[in-house]
């Protein structure tokens, strides 16, 4: 029975310089895609995204976010998910409309995207604003994510990512940092560590509890478990900060709406919030005496 459903657990092998993260998602997964249907194909990928960044945003050292995000010029031109350092999970996925889906039910990450790039942002409340990109040049998101660290972070990083329709899980282990570590034999070990993890299979990331995992995974090794914490789903939108969105669209535009309709309102599309503005909200907002923008 899985017991660690919507949970991120934490773990190093001692006396190396490798960490590791396994999350499993159920719950949470299921509030994301819940919010707007998408193709089978699309639904799962989407859970591939939040299993991802759910194991990224664990190497948060300060109050952000962090969003994976991929555009293409395929079928799917948009899929992204988030994740803040409270391990809160929202992700989206814009299929186009017009494409036929009927055949891509196994399509892969390059067929759903086509050529493309994949983003990985950290933003943080406060300091500077960071982004890697690389391009979609693997059929699977957990390829193009160790090209990104191989890339861009220069670490030792691989990934195993399983999804269905009711739950998404993922592994990760990851090399530190070369020179904090005196460990001579790194290579010889970290090729023990992937080649255990390689032999993971689908139904143990869906269906296990992550203690189970990693014990028939690792249990040769010296595996210490860390800390663990909860994932759930939620939305960063708020009206506030719709009301700041409106305003940077400039008054002559939004008041044009206004006389059409007599309102104007901000849905989220995350989470399906519809937030309405009036003339008077409005006439606060641009002449910058309304609550919301303070």
């Known amino acids: 029975m899985l017991q660690s459903k919507d949970t991120i657990q934490k773990f ?17 997964y299921q509030t994301v895609v819940g919010h707007k249907p998408v193709p089978p194909a699309v639904h799962r990928l989407l859970g591939e995204f939040l299993a991802a960044v759910s194991l990224l945003s664990s190497t948060l050292k300060f109050d952000g976010i962090i969003t994976l995000q991929a555009r293409g010029e395929g079928p ?19 299929p186009d409309p017009d494409a036929d889906f009927s055949k891509l039910e196994h399509a892969s990450l390059r067929e759903l995207l086509g050529k493309g790039v994949l983003a990985i942002t950290i933003d943080p409340e406060k300091g500077q604003r960071y982004q890697g990109i690389v391009p979609l040049d693997a059929d699977d998101l957990a390829s193009c994510l160790e090209h990104y660290f191989t890339q861009s972070e220069q670490l030792d990083t691989r990934f195993w990512i399983a999804v ?25 070990t970290w090729q023990t560590v992937t080649a255990l993890a390689d032999t993971v299979k689908a139904d143990e990331l869906l269906s296990l509890d992550q203690e189970t995992v990693l014990f028939r995974l690792f249990h040769e090794q010296q595996v210490r478990l860390l800390t663990t914490a909860p994932v ?7 009206r506030p900060r719709s009301a700041k969105t409106l305003a940077s669209l400039g008054r002559e ?31 606060e907002i641009f002449e910058g005496n309304s609550p919301l923008l303070h």
């Not at 329709?165 to 005196?182: F, T, Y």
């Open 232 to 238: 759930t789903f939620r939305c960063s939108c708020s």
């Open 164 to 188: 269905d329709d009711h739950r998404a899980g993922a592994l990760m282990v990851q090399a530190l940092p070369r020179q904090e570590s005196a460990q001579a034999d790194h290579e010889e």
């Open 253 to 283: 535009d939004i008041e044009a709406l206004v006389a059409e309709q007599g309102k104007v309102s901000v849905d989220c599309q995350f989470c399906g919030q519809h937030y309405t503005f009036k003339q008077q909200d409005l006439n």
């Open 12 to 28: 190093i092998f001692d006396n190396t310089d490798i960490r590791g993260e396994i999350v499993t998602l159920e719950q949470s």
């Open 76 to 94: 799917l031109p948009l899929i992204m998910a988030e994740c803040d350092h409270h391990q809160g999970l929202r992700g989206i996925a814009n």
